[in-house]
């Protein structure tokens, strides 16, 4: 994915009230700025960090500008959850996920029950399979993390996976990492014991597990590969 105007570069101030941050421009003014993301962002909300915008040109909007990465130990980190579907659709439509070849089609926001809806059906080779996405942009000593919150709707979308493979129905949970400087990915059981006993619980089930890496930089965000992953807790 290839921004299509410029970003603009900035130093966050601070983030609060779950959907915004404020941020210092070049120029030294502070801006309230759109913050598209629901987790804490812990390991990428540091006060000083270096960041980058996206400019709405939608003139309605209140805040014009969008926080779309944050630099963290010198590697940029996509917070953009807004962005991480499509990400993952056009990385399926590029054929760079190998578990998903020869497509048929993708459907988003797929209403599985009458509170549920999943992020992606896709229909490939003789077969499809219900998908869901997470964006994790936390790591910690070179792991890659999800949730960086405890996650109650993350965990009812497990549950709802699971529900599904029982029926016989082929169903993946994918996440993303939008972040280079991680070697791995394990569920993070301190955060939310519930989501990791979910997810180990669905994986049992049969629900494919998927962890795939994004590059990000102000230029664009690809995702360049699958990331090792471990779901057993350490004892």
Sequence with gaps: MRFTSPLVQGTLVKRYKRFLADVRMENGEIITVHCPNTGTMLSCSTPDSPVCLSRSDNPKRKYPFTLE???????????????????????????????????KAI?????????????????HGNSSTYIEVKNCSLAVDGCAMF???????????????????????????????????????????????????????????????????????PKGIDVVGPLPHSLLRET
């Excluded at 944050?70 to 578990?99: F, M």
């Excluded at 709707?153 to 549950?159: D, I, M, P, S």
């Excluded at 400087?181 to 006993?197: E, G, L, R, T, V």
Aim: proline share 2%; glycine share 4%.
């Design 69 to 103: 990465m944050v630099k963290d130990n010198s590697t940029w980190v996509g917070v953009n959850t807004a962005r991480t579907n499509k990400l993952v659709v056009e990385a399926i439509e590029n054929g760079q996920i190998a578990e998903f070849l020869d497509i």
């Design 107 to 123: 459907k988003t926001e797929i209403k599985t029950s009458d509170h549920t809806r999943l992020d992606l059906l896709v229909s």
């Design 147 to 217: 949730p960086d919150a405890i996650t109650k709707r993350g965990t009812k979308h497990l549950h709802e996976l699971t529900r599904l493979t029982a029926e016989g129905m082929r169903t993946c949970i994918f996440f993303l990492v939008q972040r280079m400087d991680a070697n791995q990915f394990s569920p993070a059981s301190h955060i939310d014991s519930i989501y990791d006993d979910a997810l180990l619980q669905a994986a049992e089930a049969g629900v494919m597990v998927l962890v795939y890496q994004a590059e990000v930089s």
